[in-house]
């Protein structure tokens, strides 16, 4: 069973930064970051495959960079401009070449003044 472990996030004034960071048990093809707040669906926010190739939700096109270390199979999300509507649970997610899908346990982060 692949695992996969978050950590970061945390709380931030509007216009700060904050890292994210995931690590799996072993590569896994394509690897992103969603994110969910109560009573909403969990929506995507920036994938990136094992080629480097990457997607971003218009709503973070500009503040947010993901990133992959294939080696050390760990993906990255920076988050920089912070907005108080990035506030949210954030998941780890890993997707096989077949679309078996693995999640992490979720980060809370909180921007607010």
């Known amino acids: 069973q692949v695992q996969l472990v978050e950590s970061g996030g945390g709380s931030v004034q509007p216009g700060g930064s904050l890292t994210l960071s995931c690590a799996a048990s072993e590569t896994i093809y394509t690897m992103g970051w969603y994110r969910q707040v109560p009573g909403k669906q969990r929506e995507t926010v920036a994938t990136i495959t094992q080629n480097g190739r990457t997607y971003y939700a218009d709503s973070v096109k500009g503040r947010f960079t993901i990133s992959r270390d294939t080696a050390k199979n760990f993906v990255y999300l920076l988050m920089n401009s912070l907005k108080p509507e990035d506030t949210a649970v954030y998941y780890c997610?890993?997707?096989?070449?077949?679309?078996?899908?693995?999640w992490g346990q979720g980060r809370q982060v909180t921007v607010s003044s």
């Open positions: 997610n890993g997707r096989g070449i077949i679309g078996t899908e693995y």
